[in-house]
């Protein structure tokens, strides 16, 4: 289809496509393996390839479900601080609440504004 010659994938390049969920997606995987084949620069595709072709999966499990509203608001923001580098202030701006809302969150404990930490509507 591209012109190219035919190319094998390495140990490593295997290794790389297994380790990926591909959850049903065959359009997804055959879309990773055309790219990786585009961008190899010999006769093989190595794992560097196919790495810069697949979006890094996000683990599961990541917000707890089932769980309540606080529950999975605590968690979110953990996870968006773990996204941030630890960076709470851009934690809170990619999450779009206050720095303070945030570390009640953080610290699970409701701040005076906030007695019941329910409140989605922030979150």
Known sequence: ?????????????????????????????????????????GPTVDAIEVSETIAPDVP??????????????????RR??????GNKTDAARRLGISRPRLHRLLNLSPGPDDPDDEDTSDV
């Open 80 to 85: 968006m601080l773990e996204l941030s580098g």
């Open 60 to 77: 599961s499990g990541e917000l707890p479900f089932p769980a309540t509203i606080a529950e999975v608001n605590r968690a979110a923001a």
């Open 1 to 41: 289809e591209y012109g190219l010659p035919a190319m094998e994938l390495t140990t490593a390049a295997v290794r790389a496509l297994r380790e990926r969920r591909w959850p049903g997606n065959v359009r997804e995987l055959r879309n990773a393996i055309e790219r990786a084949v585009v961008l190899a620069t």
